[in-house]
């Protein structure tokens, strides 16, 4: 056992072999319920290998999950949450091949959309996939309905500005133009809730089908709806490492300067007349104060 060596943080292999979530873990540490090689460990940060340590917890030997990384073709009216208050149905469930593996969804995709999504008991794989320096590609099919236009279809390339900020430019190419529906492949380089809806209402058309098909190198090319397959080595490897024309645009986290976020505009000078009265109020202020040092 070693502080310093490459492995993986005790309480996180805790957290992975369905011992408990990795804060309650960390308390189990403390409380001296977890031994590594015999030897009761009470520090946190202590770093492991499972593959050289005989991990045990209360007595009994905790082995961590292998990593398992699924591609699910989600359909309309499943949710993306591991385990619904409401009852609904989980994109979990559509993982026949998950055993015992605690999943968990990758991103989000919004229950009234369909298309691809990730799932992982691996948190260092979907930290790497949701990372916001090497943000990966997603485009969209959307089918619109109302007369598309040139100038609609030019405001929702360069963004528009809705309730949490403006849109971003983003990719569009009209595979069928018509007055009444029309059929748009998309490629958003934001990403606010419910985006591309929000958007295509903003210039009066109403998106009723949004269906994710890529996520970098992933397609939909052999997955039918409703279906999950294991990623290959090689898939995960285009994932993580991905090419020039699998990647999205960068952007930066929360809180910082967003793209997409609306920014205040920069305050104007003062006019001229507001300049005399500040400074005439400013004179009679000090007017007053001196009244008040000196006396009547």
């Known amino acids: 056992m070693d502080e310093t060596r490459r492995g993986e943080r005790l309480h996180k292999l805790l957290a992975r072999a369905g011992v408990a979530s990795r804060r309650e873990s960390e308390q189990l540490i403390l409380q001296g319920r977890v031994k590594v090689d015999g030897q009761v460990v009470t520090k946190l940060g202590v770093i492991v290998d499972p593959a050289e340590h005989a991990i045990s917890f209360d007595g009994r030997p905790v082995y961590a999950e292998p990593p398992a990384h699924f591609l699910v073709y989600k359909p309309k009216g499943v949710v993306c949450t591991t385990d619904d208050p409401y009852g609904r149905k989980s994109v979990i469930s559509l993982v026949k091949d998950r055993r015992a593996l605690r999943l968990f969804p990758v991103g989000r995709l919004e229950e009234d959309s369909?298309?691809?999504?990730?799932?992982?008991?691996?948190?260092?794989?979907?930290?790497?996939?949701?990372?916001?320096?090497?943000?990966?590609?997603?485009?969209?099919?959307?089918?619109?309905?109302?007369?598309?236009?040139?100038?609609?279809?030019?405001?929702?390339?360069?963004?528009?500005?809705?309730?949490?900020?403006?849109?971003?430019?983003?990719?569009?190419?009209?595979?069928?133009?018509?007055?009444?529906?029309?059929?748009?492949?998309?490629?958003?380089?934001?990403?606010?809730?419910?985006?591309?809806?929000?958007v295509w209402s903003k210039v009066g058309l109403h998106a009723d089908k949004v269906v994710r098909i890529r996520i970098g190198p992933l397609t939909t090319d052999g997955l039918k709806k409703g279906?999950?397959?294991?990623?290959?080595?090689?898939?995960?490897?285009?994932?993580?490492?991905?090419?020039?024309?699998?990647?999205?645009?960068?952007?930066?986290?929360?809180?910082?300067?967003?793209?997409?976020?609306?920014?205040?505009?920069?305050?104007?000078?003062?006019?001229?007349?507001?300049?005399?009265?500040?400074?005439?109020?400013?004179?009679?202020?000090q007017g007053m104060q001196r009244r008040r040092v000196i006396g009547p």
């Open 114 to 198: 369909e298309g691809l999504i990730l799932v992982t008991n691996d948190g260092r794989f979907a930290h790497d996939v949701i990372s916001y320096q090497n943000p990966l590609r997603h485009v969209y099919f959307v089918r619109v309905r109302g007369n598309l236009t040139q100038e609609a279809l030019e405001q929702a390339r360069t963004g528009v500005w809705l309730a949490d900020g403006k849109s971003g430019p983003m990719y569009i190419k009209v595979q069928k133009w018509g007055k009444k529906v029309s059929s748009i492949i998309c490629c958003p380089s934001a990403t606010q809730h419910r985006l591309l809806r929000r």
């Open 227 to 285: 279906h999950a397959r294991r990623l290959k080595p090689a898939e995960i490897e285009a994932v993580l490492n991905p090419a020039a024309e699998d990647l999205g645009t960068r952007r930066q986290r929360s809180g910082g300067k967003v793209s997409g976020k609306k920014r205040r505009p920069p305050k104007k000078a003062p006019s001229r007349a507001r300049q005399r009265r500040r400074k005439e109020a400013q004179d009679v202020e």
